[in-house]
């Protein structure tokens, strides 16, 4: 039986617009990745950096409360 690997979720800020947002990431750590990784921003879709330990997975999705769509702005 195999599952799927643990996966972890870190929220970044860019460093551009300082959008809070999440990306997804490998759970195993590895070495190879301790250097930057870019990220698009899903705001101003600037790329920026951040170093994280783990593999990036997919695309960082917005911040959200659970309090989504109750944007008061
Ligand atoms: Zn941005």
């Known amino acids: ?9 870190y929220s970044v ?4 617009c300082h959008q809070k947002q999440l ?4 759970g ?7 250097h ?6 899903v705001k101003c879709d600037a790329e920026f950096n ?3 330990p783990y593999q990036i997975i ?3 999705s917005p911040y959200l409360s659970a309090t989504a769509g109750n ?3």
């Open 1 to 9: 039986m195999d599952h799927p690997p643990p996966e972890s979720i």
């Open 23 to 26: 990306v997804r990431t490998e």
């Open 28 to 34: 195993k750590f590895n070495i190879r990745f301790m």
């Open 13 to 16: 800020t860019c460093t551009y």
């Open 58 to 60: 997919g695309k960082p």
């Open 50 to 52: 951040v170093i994280l």
């Open 36 to 41: 930057t990784q870019s990220i698009h921003c």
């Open 71 to 73: 944007d008061s702005r």
